[in-house]
């Protein structure tokens, strides 16, 4: 009997569709509250937006600047909540916002939000440094012309798929439970309210009953909003990134400027041990169920704005290793207006059992999850949800640290980095790896061991699942780690227990994929 076939004889309390950073909030919050608790996921966990963000973890500079203060000090409490559970996954990072005689923003100005930004998150953090004193081996070949100096700062910088699975671990280990390429097609109401889903999986159909659904399901929100009479609301926005070997454009902290045509702000930030510059913001006019891509358009506005701010790099489209693309979920005004000028607030609704949810910040996951089964509340009596704030702990560790010899030689930083992705799942897969799994993949700071344990234990169903989202091999690595194939085969073979046939058809998918919507 499979999975979904044995959730589908259990009556839920709570059925969370989508698997995105929101969903495994919710599952996680769920857990947390003794509830019976079931994610559904129509792809792959982290397939959206939440695997192709900009992988940064902040307060929000701009709603200072729109008066937002309260969101501004929720998203940078909840930035310092992760950098102190989830070091090593979660990790602070160094920002600078250079600034040019005559051009926004200038020192002061900036300065004056920081200020703010910083007695909001209980810690001054930010300096200026004048044009003579910025240290250019941390972003070297900085543009010099007009230049005054850089503002420094810091946030933090996240693998956001890796969050997304390491919030789900927490909540699986609390009794949830969480299925990928689980499809729900439709709800089903009793008296014009909502107490269950139709789910798909392949060719089989299955009705699972539930107190009360949830959807996180992001762009697609208006999906399942529909099938209770609803208007769409939804205005897909994507954005896209480039990704360069490091030593194309060597930065040691994060640089945001503001791009020559259109003054929208732009990064280019180290991270897995490459170079990343992002990010546009467009409407998003394909299908939602097709891979975003990027367009010619958008390569060339994100090269020009690299090489206006690093002009020796000359940084050409033979450079780039790969992109990604996402759809930001953000909630239209109904107004004709620049999408970058649209609200990025999130929005809950209740439609006869249907809680909804779209909208909102990466950072801010936590408290979105809990605002939404505080909506569900009035369906669940006898539960306390959400539970309390004072437990409200996101991220185990394991009781004892690990004594595996081969782990404590990895040295203090790759030792941070595997606790820090993995928490409690951490000894598990210490038991599993043999020596040679402790090798890195190439030349990221991806281990062997990761992939090996992905395969068997975190429901990879394709190869585009490792190498995408469970790893981040695919992006760093040279045609999506093609030279790495051989080895990744004996992965699969052994740990996901795949055949010949099924290895040489994934393969074929898998680069299919990867040039379609991963490479430029």
């Given at each position: 009997?499979?999975?979904l ?9 709570v ?24 994610l559904?996921?129509?792809k ?6 939440s695997?192709r ?11 200072i ?36 005689e005559?051009?926004?923003p ?8 920081l ?57 699986t ?51 399942l909003?529909?099938?209770v ?18 030593w ?25 041990g ?35 701010e ?6 050409q ?23 970058s000028k ?16 779209c ?9 979105i ?20 704030e ?42 599993l ?17 990761e ?47 795949w055949?010949e ?13 990867w ?6």
């Open positions: 009997m499979s999975d076939a044995k959730a589908a004889g259990q009556e839920w309390d059925i969370v569709v989508g698997g995105g950073i929101t969903g495994a909030g919710i599952l996680r919050e769920a857990a947390r509250c003794g509830l019976k608790a079931l559904l996921e129509q792959d966990y982290a397939w959206g937006t695997s963000s900009s992988k940064m973890v902040h307060g929000g500079l701009r709603y600047a729109q008066g937002q203060i309260r969101v501004t000090k929720e998203s940078v409490q909840e930035r310092e909540r992760l950098l102190k559970e989830a070091p090593g996954l979660v990790n602070l990072g160094s920002f600078a916002m250079p600034h040019y005559g051009k926004f200038g020192p002061l100005a900036f300065g004056t939000l200020n703010v930004y910083d007695f909001l998150a209980g810690k001054r953090a930010h300096r200026f440094e004048s044009q003579t004193t910025v240290d250019h081996n941390l972003i070297p070949g900085l543009r010099q012309e007009g230049l005054k100096g850089a503002t420094l700062f810091r946030d933090a910088i996240v693998d956001d798929a890796r969050l997304v699975m390491r919030t789900l671990d927490e909540a280990q609390d009794g949830a439970t969480a299925l990928n390429y689980c499809k729900v097609a439709s709800l089903i109401k009793d008296s014009g309210r909502v107490c269950g889903v139709v789910v798909n999986q392949g060719e089989n159909s299955h009705s699972i009953a539930a107190r009360v659904v949830i959807s996180a399901t992001g762009a697609w929100s208006d999906n909003r529909k099938d009479g609803q208007e769409p609301v939804v205005r897909p926005l994507r954005g896209s990134h480039l990704v360069l070997p490091a194309r454009l060597p930065v040691a902290q994060a640089c945001c400027f503001m791009h020559p045509d259109d003054k929208r702000p732009v990064f280019v930030f180290p991270w897995e490459a170079t990343v510059i992002g990010t546009t913001d467009l409407d998003h006019t394909t299908s939602l169920d097709d891979e975003p891509v990027i367009s010619a358009e958008e390569v060339e506005y994100l090269l020009k704005a690299a090489n206006s690093f002009p020796s790099a000359n940084v489209r033979e450079d780039i290793v790969s992109s990604w693309s996402g759809v930001r979920p953000v909630i239209s005004s109904g107004k004709d207006i620049d999408p649209e609200n990025r607030e999130h929005a809950i609704w209740d439609d006869s059992g249907l809680i909804s949810v909208g909102g910040k990466l950072t801010t996951f936590r408290l999850s809990r605002e939404a089964l505080e909506m569900a509340s009035s369906y669940l009596p006898g539960y306390t949800v959400p539970a309390v004072n437990n409200a702990v996101l991220f185990n560790s394991p009781e004892t640290p690990p004594d595996d010899t081969r782990f404590l030689a990895l040295g203090a930083d790759l030792q941070n980095r595997l606790s820090g992705r993995y928490g409690v799942r951490l000894p598990e897969m210490l038991v790896a043999g020596d040679e799994d402790f090798e890195r993949v190439g030349v990221t700071d991806f281990l062997w061991l992939l090996r344990w992905a395969a068997k234990a975190e429901q990879v169903k394709h190869l585009d699942d490792l190498l995408l989202r469970r790893t981040r091999i695919g992006n760093l690595l040279p045609d999506g780690g093609r030279e790495l194939f051989d080895r990744i085969k004996t992965v699969m073979l052994n740990d996901a227990g055949n046939s099924q290895w040489q058809s994934e393969l074929e998918r898998y680069q299919g994929l040039r379609q919507a991963y490479s430029i």
